[in-house]
């Protein structure tokens, strides 16, 4: 099951930036060497078994964004699963920027009525101020609805500089109070994948399934090679209380972290597999658990020994391949 994920917008906007932290695992400060995308750079990335996203990454420059919407217009809009729009926050071309994507709204039209939207506005952290980072991405998210007319569109400020970029639908709204202006609410690459997925809810109900069974407060899943986040278990009633307490940022600061770790490890020459924490407040478990996928499983209760959460991993494998 192949699902076309079309990255737009103007040249210079961010795109391969985000492309190549998330899915290359390079750091931020080495986007700057990036050169403009020529024509369109293909990627496939595997999820979860058979799930395989096809991420066009089109240049932005005029020359191209004319070929896009007239010679290879069916080539490109066509079987398109998602379409991730990104603006520059701080663009001088605002008008042209939005010309063209009114008329990739058309090609959408025309090709995939059913694509999902998501507009990024990209490079908040050029906004200083929280107060002002709000102010200024609810005045693009409303320009951006009134050029989408009646579409359903997701308007999302990110940047390559914060966890924004990974922030996860949250199953719980309390999660997300307190959050940043900007982040509030903001469910960017983590969260497109997500609809990506089919069944997303059915794999939630196992995964609380699986939380239960090992005692645990959370469990999450995530994409091996990105760490985005793909599903957590949702919180029992009588652990929300403890659930409440652990930061909103939770999700996002992990995938960083390990990517990080990953990143270390690979310098030494060393091969990441599984990670164990026992804290005095608690304990986490973060092991293989299908071809594509790692769980993290984190216990709060003390009585609850390593060695069972990774059986209980061993034990639940085939239930998730
Ligand atoms: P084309 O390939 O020409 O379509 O451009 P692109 O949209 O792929 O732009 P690219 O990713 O090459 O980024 C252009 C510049 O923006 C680079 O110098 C990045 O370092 C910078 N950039 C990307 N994301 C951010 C961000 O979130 N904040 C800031 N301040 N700069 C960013």
Not at 14 to 42: H, W, Y
Request: hydrophobic content about 40%; charged content about 25%.
């Amino acid at each position: 099951m192949k699902k076309k994920v079309l990255l737009m917008g103007a040249s210079g906007s961010g795109k391969t930036s985000m492309r190549s932290i998330i899915f290359s695992n390079n750091p931020a400060s080495l986007t700057a060497r990036l050169g403009a995308t020529i024509d369109v750079e293909q990627n496939h990335v595997r999820f979860l078994g058979d799930l395989i996203l096809n991420l066009w990454d089109c240049g932005g420059q005029d020359a191209f964004m004319d070929s896009y919407l007239t010679s290879q217009r069916a080539t490109i809009f066509q079987h398109v699963g998602v379409l991730i729009y990104v603006f520059d926050v701080e663009s001088r071309e605002m008008a042209k920027d939005l010309d063209y994507y009114r008329d990739c709204l058309e090609g959408l039209r025309q090709f995939s009525p059913e694509a999902a939207i998501f507009l990024l506005v990209h490079k908040m952290d050029l906004i200083r101020g929280e107060d002002l980072k709000e102010s200024t991405l609810e005045a693009k998210r409303k320009e951006l609805q009134e050029t989408s007319g009646d579409l359903a569109i997701e308007v999302l400020g990110t940047s390559i500089y914060d966890e924004s970029l990974y922030k996860v639908r949250a199953i719980d709204s309390t999660f997300i109070s307190g959050a940043a202006a900007y982040l509030n609410g903001l469910q960017a690459w983590s969260n497109i994948v997500h609809t990506l997925i089919p069944n997303a809810n059915i794999l939630s109900t196992h995964l609380s399934k699986f939380a239960q069974a090992c005692s645990a407060t959370e469990v999450i899943l995530f994409e091996r090679t990105t760490f985005l986040v793909i599903a957590t278990s949702s919180p029992e009633p009588q652990s929300e209380e403890q659930t409440s307490k652990l930061s909103n940022k939770r999700y996002e600061r992990t995938s960083e972290l390990i990517k990080a770790f990953k990143h270390s490890c690979s310098r030494v020459r060393g091969e990441f597999h599984s990670l164990e924490m026992e804290l005095a407040e608690f304990t986490a478990v973060l092991d293989e658990m299908t071809k594509n996928t790692y769980v993290l499983i984190v216990v709060h209760d003390p009585s609850i020994e390593t060695a069972a959460i990774k059986l209980n991993i061993r034990m639940a494998r085939r239930k998730f391949e």
